[in-house]
T-cell receptor, first 114, second 114 residues
Framework: GDSVTQTEGPVTVSESESLIINCTYS????????LFWYVRYPGEGLQLLLK?????QKGSSRGFEATYNKETTSFHLQKASVQESDSAVYYC???????????FGTGTRLQVLP | NSKVIQTPRYLVKGQGQKAKMRCIPE?????VFWYQQNKNNEFKFLIN????????QIDMTEKRFSAECPSNSPCSLEIQSSEAGDSALYLC????????????FGEGTRLSVL
């Protein structure tokens, strides 16, 4: 079936350090999956951070970037310099273009130290 | 600031009791999803609707859950006879009808079955 595997947390980094959270996917029933990163900040609901629907393209938001790599089936999340306010749980996900149904990874908790 | 409204935020039930939760999707979103997120952060797709019609549902949902999305009323998900294993965060999401949409999530209803 379709699945997403991401870095197991928690991940702890200091403010202004760089970050990478790995994500790989397997899309056996979806020919051209859409790829997403969602984020849940403390006390808030799940919200979309960025999405990419075309292989080879890069998405970016709030200083985060992720490139849809079809060859390596990866969609790693990167940020050059994290802030304390980035502390949250990050979820990599893939979606079916025709139904918008989403398959999630189990999340990576990020803690940014001041 | 989710625009998908879920109620109640917390729900406590005894085993065998009915548990009902509601969701008001974002205005203009005819597609509604329900997911269950367990204590291991794993997401399980339960059911989705387009307008009032069920598009897909898993076997568990078909047997023990009832769900509907009536016109001009909140969508609802009801567990007919709660089990301890149903304790989880239930997430409602909605999206536009068109392809390649990223569902918008509510903050969830956390169900505890004692």
């Amino acid at each position: 079936g379709d699945s997403v595997t991401q870095t197991e947390g928690p991940v702890t980094v200091s403010e202004s350090e760089s970050l990478i959270i790995n994500c790989t996917y397997s899309a056996t029933s979806i020919a051209y999956p859409n790829l997403f990163w969602y984020v849940r900040y403390p006390g808030e609901g799940l919200q979309l951070l960025l999405k990419v629907i075309t292989a080879g393209q890069k998405g970016s938001s709030r200083g985060f970037e992720a490139t849809y790599n079809k060859e390596t089936t990866s969609f790693h999340l990167q940020k050059a310099s994290v802030q304390e306010s980035d502390s949250a749980v990050y979820y990599c996900a893939l979606g079916a273009a025709n139904t918008n149904k989403v398959v999630f990874g189990t999340g990576t908790r990020l803690q940014v130290l001041p | 600031n989710s625009k998908v409204i879920q109620t109640p935020r917390y729900l406590v039930k005894g085993q065998g009791q009915k548990a009902k939760m509601r969701c008001i999707p974002e205005k203009g979103h005819p597609v509604v999803f329900w997911y269950q997120q367990n204590k291991n952060n794993e997401f399980k797709f339960l059911i989705n609707f387009q307008n009032q019609e069920v598009l897909q549902q898993i076997d568990m949902t078909e047997k023990r859950f009832s769900a509907e999305c009536p016109s001009n009323s909140p969508c609802s998900l009801e567990i007919q006879s709660s089990e301890a294993g149903d304790s989880a965060l239930y997430l409602c999401a909605s999206s536009r009808q068109y392809n390649n949409q990223a569902p918008l999530f509510g903050e969830g209803t956390r169900l505890s079955v004692l």
